[in-house]
């Protein structure tokens, strides 16, 4: 089993900055990492992953260049890096993970096993 607990969220205004952190516990050796984002009244969706040995990232196209995910895995945490936030992000972002399966791409959500409780990022206009 692996628990992942997301931290970092709150209120920004228009074009700050915000890091989550997403800190996993448990079987955590091999896993692929995931943030992904609910709107109110919008379905989940993808916005980045990055692979076991971090030399594999993947964004929507919404938050290239804008966001940046990373990991340490000495410390079992993944970051999400938002800078140049838009009111668009907000969101309850969740933190994911699991054991990659090349027939399924990094966005899908059904690549993850394990999800976080998800915290609140709310941008300002």
């Known amino acids: 089993q692996v628990q992942l607990v997301e931290s970092g969220g709150g209120l920004v205004q228009a074009g700050g900055s915000l890091r989550l952190s997403c800190a996993a516990s448990?079987?955590?050796?091999?896993?692929?990492m995931g943030w992904f984002r609910q709107a109110p009244g919008k379905e989940r969706e993808f916005v980045a992953a990055i692979s076991w040995v971090g030399g594999t990232t993947n964004y929507t196209d919404s938050v290239k260049g804008r966001f940046t995910i990373s990991r340490d895995n000495a410390k079992n945490t993944v970051y999400l890096q938002m800078n140049s936030l838009k009111p668009e992000d907000t969101a309850v972002y969740y933190c994911?993970?699991?054991?990659?399966?090349?027939?399924?791409?990094?966005?899908?959500?059904?690549?993850?096993?394990?999800w976080g409780q998800g915290t609140q990022v709310t941008v300002s206009a």
């Open positions: 448990g079987r955590t050796f091999g896993l692929t």
């Open positions: 994911a993970a699991g054991y990659r399966r090349p027939q399924l791409a990094y966005s899908d959500a059904s690549a993850y096993n394990y």
